[in-house]
């Protein structure tokens, strides 16, 4: 690269400039790591409390999963009524 004022060559490799991405990307990345790190030792002192919320989690899904089939299985037969009257009725 070279200066406009001088005229001389600049290299870039020795700038200790860094550009806001690259300091983000560096943040993230330690925010991550300390992260896991926190996680990981929740994990080893209340490993009964993990699993506890998992069952949880899992009543809670297994539960919207219930409702849904239901909806659909009142919808399926209500529709199948509604197409029994048109026929019967046509």
Do not use: C, W
């Amino acid at each position: 690269m070279v200066d406009t004022f001088s005229g001389s060559k600049k290299d870039n490799s020795s700038s200790s400039v860094v550009s806001a991405d690259e300091v983000e990307k560096k943040q993230r990345e330690l925010r991550d790591q300390e992260r896991k790190r926190v996680e990981e030792e929740y994990r080893e002192e209340h490993p009964d409390q993990i699993e506890q919320e998992k069952m949880v989690s899992f009543e809670n899904k297994t539960n919207r999963l219930k409702k849904r089939l239901n909806i659909a299985i009142i919808t399926v037969f209500g529709l199948v009524v509604i197409v029994f009257l048109v026929l019967f009725f046509v």
